[in-house]
């Protein structure tokens, strides 16, 4: 296939290489896992052969090609322009693969194998989707999830994942977006605490008691300056970019810090203080378009927007959730 100066496969020419060039459908495969697992001896695993036959499959593919479709290195595989570019066209053969399974033996009994990578902010991956995988390992064994949680912004269009859950509504090209839920931010402090400073019964009593906070500056997303919509305190004593920090912090006593439904859920030491006063965040997930009728990634996104109308209740209340 020809290749540009800078590494880019002409679209146009694409056709005309399928023609002209011998390559083995089996070497996508391999390209296809290698592109979702970024290493060699994960991918081997996945398709059940050494590593190095992943080597070598995947270099046949760029030789038949005539172009690079890995970047190489200590971290391991990033795909190139042109990987990108292929893996559009092999999600879309492996998707029509899959549609035609789908069609002969029903969606049911369509192969949802293989890992999928989910990514979302600290909080809401360790704090409430994690609480959620014991659940969906048990429906679905054969699919493994790795949980990325990260502050900074991920490129879904360079399938750094393959589905997003974030506070706000992501941009990108040919992203399929929905709103599966909402949640509610309170105010909590520990019996510690309140014994210590006391319990305010009004707005104007916050100006006397101890806040942990996020660090300012290190807020990328305005929708984690959820403090902010309920007052400036005048008093913060620690601040921390990980908001499983500041859960820890207020858990031990340390100060009122605002966290999710979710987050406090975990401790039943933590009381709402001024429940009347909260912040309401959404609940976006998103995927590439080209990953929609994978069937793993079908089973992950149905499971999470079940889970997530069944937890309406709990996330919106800044009560603890009943046991039973």
Not at 33 to 44: F, S
Not at 142 to 162: H, K, N, P
Not at 168 to 183: A, C
Not at 188 to 208: I, V
Request: glycine residues 4%; hydrophobic residues 45%.
């Amino acid at each position: 296939m020809p290749k540009l100066a800078n590494g880019h496969i002409r679209t146009a020419e694409v056709a005309k290489a399928a023609r002209t060039l011998r390559y083995n459908w089996d070497d996508v495969i391999f390209f296809l896992e290698v592109a979702r697992t970024r290493n060699l001896i994960r991918a081997g695993q996945k398709l059940k052969v050494d590593h190095t036959t992943v080597s070598r499959r995947v270099r046949e593919l760029e030789r038949s090609l005539n172009t690079t479709l890995f970047k190489r290195s200590k971290a391991g595989f990033a795909l190139t322009e042109a990987g990108l570019q292929l893996l559009q066209f092999a999600e879309g053969m492996e998707n029509n693969a899959n549609a035609i399974i789908e069609a002969v033996v029903g969606s049911e009994k369509a192969d949802a194998a293989g890992a999928v990578r989910i990514a979302a902010m600290e909080g809401i991956g360790s704090m409430y989707l994690t609480t959620c995988m014991a659940a969906f390992s048990k429906a679905w064994p054969s699919i493994q999830v790795e949980l990325i949680t990260d502050t900074r912004l991920l490129d879904m269009t360079r399938r750094e994942a393959d589905i997003f859950i974030s506070f706000f509504r992501p941009k990108g090209r040919r992203l399929s977006v929905k709103k599966i839920g909402e949640f509610r931010i309170f105010l909590y402090a520990s019996s510690a605490y309140l014994q210590r400073a006391g319990t305010p019964s009004a707005l104007k009593d916050l100006d006397n008691h101890d806040f942990i906070d996020f660090i300012d500056e290190h807020i990328q997303l305005k929708e984690n300056r959820w403090l902010s919509d309920i007052l400036r305190p005048a008093h913060v004593v620690f601040r921390s970019t990980s908001l499983v920090s500041q859960y820890v912090a207020a858990s031990n006593g340390l100060g009122i810090a605002m966290l999710p439904s979710y987050v406090a859920a975990h401790n039943k030491d933590l009381h709402p203080i001024l429940p009347s006063y909260f912040s309401v965040r959404d609940i976006w997930l998103s995927v590439h378009e080209d990953l929609l009728h994978i069937a793993r990634i079908k089973a992950v996104m149905s499971f999470l927007e079940k889970r997530v109308a069944a937890d309406a209740d709990h996330l919106m209340s800044a009560k603890h959730p009943a046991k039973g």
